[in-house]
């Protein structure tokens, strides 16, 4: 059965880090991407970033390019986001996505097929 298991969200002050991980329960190579969405409160749910694991490219969405970073571990089955320069409007609650649909284009998240339960990212002061 395909998971995805977020960790790693917390309070931490603005210009803070944080390291999410996305551990998957069979190798993230059984997926074609994987990514990271958010959800704020009154808001839309936004693509983050995502990698692929057919060239291992990566995507990021304008409000966190410079910022954010995603990386693989294949050994680990993980997807990681470091988040640096963390501001008040990262607040949310980040989610791993993964798909096997070689044709998906980010940042659809109706393309993606697995979810992980998500993990909350509270940047405040």
């Known amino acids: 059965q395909l998971q995805l298991v977020e960790s790693g969200g917390g309070l931490v002050q603005p210009g803070g880090s944080l390291r999410l991980a996305c551990i998957t329960s069979?190798?993230?190579?059984?997926?074609?991407?994987i990514g990271w969405f958010r959800r704020a409160p009154g808001k839309s749910r936004e693509g983050v970033s995502c990698?692929?694991?057919?060239?291992?490219?990566?995507k990021y969405s304008d409000s966190v390019k410079g910022r954010f970073t995603i990386s693989r571990d294949i050994a680990k089955n993980s997807v990681y986001l470091q988040m640096n320069s963390l501001r008040p409007e990262d607040t949310a609650l980040y989610y791993c996505a993964g798909t096997k649909w070689p044709r998906y284009v980010w940042p659809d998240a109706l393309g993606m097929e697995v979810w992980g339960e998500g993990t909350q990212v509270t940047v405040s002061s």
């Open positions: 069979t190798s993230i190579l059984d997926y074609y991407d």
């Open positions: 990698i692929s694991n057919d060239d291992g490219s990566t």
